[in-house]
């Protein structure tokens, strides 16, 4: 793959060939190159960390806040080349962190490539948007006044990531959160905070001073409430599920101090429509990435497949066999497809959906795991349901849900887009057909942040591919997107006469 050139913008990682070259045109995929990650597996540590307490994330808030002032007015330019500078380490450092999400967070390797690669063009594209629009604005006005607009930080910035991307999300959220002028209290998953704090250090040696970021490991419950409540919170960035976004959002309502902005990014139960147009291998190979790549562990995932009655027992036998394909097992393993869910509370939520949907629906198919595997493990399972009201919420793992549409008995495509809008959700959208126009019928109708046309629907590039929701799903901006940076600031209008100066002086010595 050639990426094209971007003026003022870093060509994403992401773009030179699924977890094949990184950005010096390395051949990540060929044997000698992925030794270097597995001997980093094999000495990958990940130590255990103390939870903060009451104390602690007071005294850090308090830290924090003493350096609104100072980190805000160092220029942008030096924030942004902090964020380079620990873009570099963290590529050369690529091995060591494969190593942690694959034993931390239990990702196969080529995700955990993928991770790392991603992280990298947060870094680089944080950086190069901070330069382009964290500047002042100067704005038209009549002779005699200018008008500018200041982008400045809101104050301390509380990032709440999820365990699913410990390494992306966790580090999107902080970085642009500090390069917009914030000082930060980070307080990542409780499932994945070695990973966390192997970044928080790399950042730190790139240039970040410590009391400017600090990182509080502990429960959402009584960690992040008590930093979400603390008056000294001027703003939250979220991701993790719609339930917990809300009981955010309520408690900032309720705190005393400033009105303080939410930046959420939550579920989705995400369909794919498949028309009868569709070339069913490719439909096929975009509904397996999709719904079961990371186990499914993806806001972004597939949930509802809405194949047309006329295709759809030709794509299901097809999908059955695909499923069938899919290897389920090690983690270290570069051939593994499937790995582990994050624990056992997940495992216990998802078999307990399970239990249900083996009574309510029809199994279409369910890949073979082998015996004796170590872990929390869940087979890839695709299920017939005779109407999407049927589908009760977000399974987060490898559980697809399939109705059929069209036909004598199937609602219409129009019924069917509002039927997906009704679900509420707003994230991700397939689209699968060969009638020039349609997909864009479709997206200007379906209420979802991201729509994909004739691919996967999951792997949104940086700076390609801005990512996030919609109602249920989030607030916006997008990750990796030109309007993400801006809702980390303040904004100040700043209005001079610039007539002024002269004439008051004349006001003055002419005396009152
Ligand atoms: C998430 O899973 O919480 O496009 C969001 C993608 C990823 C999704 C991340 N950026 O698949």
């Excluded at 009638?435 to 479709?442: K, M, T, V, Y």
Aim: hydrophobic share 45%; proline share 7%; glycine share 10%.
């Amino acid at each position: 793959l050639h990426p094209p050139a971007r003026p003022g913008l870093p060509l994403p990682l992401a773009l030179y060939g699924a977890e094949r070259r990184n950005s010096r045109g390395v051949d990540l995929a060929c044997q000698a190159e992925r030794e270097p990650l597995f001997a980093a597996l094999r000495s990958a540590a990940v130590p255990p960390v103390a939870e903060a307490t009451p104390e602690q994330v007071a005294q850090a808030m308090q830290q924090l806040h003493a350096q609104c002032e100072r980190w805000d007015a160092v220029p942008v330019t030096e924030r942004a080349a902090v964020l380079r500078r620990a873009g570099d380490a963290l590529e050369s450092a690529l091995p060591e962190f494969c190593g942690l999400l694959v034993r931390e967070a239990h990702k196969v390797m080529a995700d955990a490539v993928s991770e790392v690669r991603e992280t990298v063009d947060f870094l680089r594209y944080y950086a190069a948007q901070a330069e382009q629009r964290l500047v002042p604005l100067t704005l038209p006005g009549p002779t005699g006044e200018s008008n500018q607009l200041h982008l400045r930080g809101r104050g301390v910035f509380v990032c709440i990531s999820p365990w699913n991307f410990p390494l992306a999300i966790f580090t999107g959220q902080v970085v642009a959160a500090l390069v917009a002028g914030n000082p930060v209290a980070a307080k990542p998953a409780e499932q994945t905070p070695a990973v966390a704090r192997r970044m928080v250090e790399l950042l730190h040696q790139a240039g970040i001073p410590r009391e400017v970021l600090q990182l509080l490991h502990g429960p959402g419950e009584t960690v992040g409430a008590a930093l979400v409540r603390d008056a000294r919170c001027a703003g939250v960035a979220f991701t993790g599920s719609t339930q917990v976004a809300k009981l955010i959002q309520r408690s900032l309502a309720e705190k005393d101090g400033p009105i303080v902005p939410l930046i959420a990014e939550t579920g989705g139960i995400n369909a794919m429509v498949v028309d009868s147009t569709a070339l069913p291998e490719q439909v096929v190979d975009a509904v397996v990435q999709s719904a079961f790549r990371s186990a499914g562990q993806r806001c972004s995932a597939l949930r509802l497949l809405c194949v047309h009655d006329r295709i759809a027992d030709g794509v299901l036998e097809m999908l059955g066999g695909a499923m069938h394909e899919l290897v389920v097992g090690d983690t270290s393993v570069w051939a593994t497809d499937v790995g582990p869910v994050i624990d056992a509370e997940a495992h216990e939520g998802i078999g307990r959906q399970l239990v249900r949907l083996d009574r309510e629906a029809r199994l279409i198919a369910r890949t073979p795991v082998p015996e004796g595997l170590n872990g929390h493990y869940i087979a890839p399972v695709a299920y017939e349901l005779q109407r999407i009201a049927d589908v009760r919420q977000e399974i987060f793992g490898p559980v697809l849900h399939v109705v059929r549409w069209g036909g004598a008995e199937g609602p219409t495509l129009d019924a069917l887009i509002q039927q997906i809008n009704t679900l509420g959700y707003g994230l991700t959208l397939g689209v699968q057909t060969r009638i020039d126009g349609r997909a864009h019928q479709i997206a200007e109708r379906a209420r979802v942040g991201n729509v994909y046309v004739n691919r996967n629907m999951i792997g949104a590039v940086v700076g390609v591919q801005p990512f996030g929701g919609e109602g249920l799903s989030g607030t916006g901006p997008k990750a990796g997107g030109p309007h993400y940076l801006p809702r980390f600031c303040a904004e100040q209008t700043v209005t001079i006469n610039t007539a002024a100066a002269g004439g008051n002086a004349t006001l003055l010595a002419g005396g009152f």
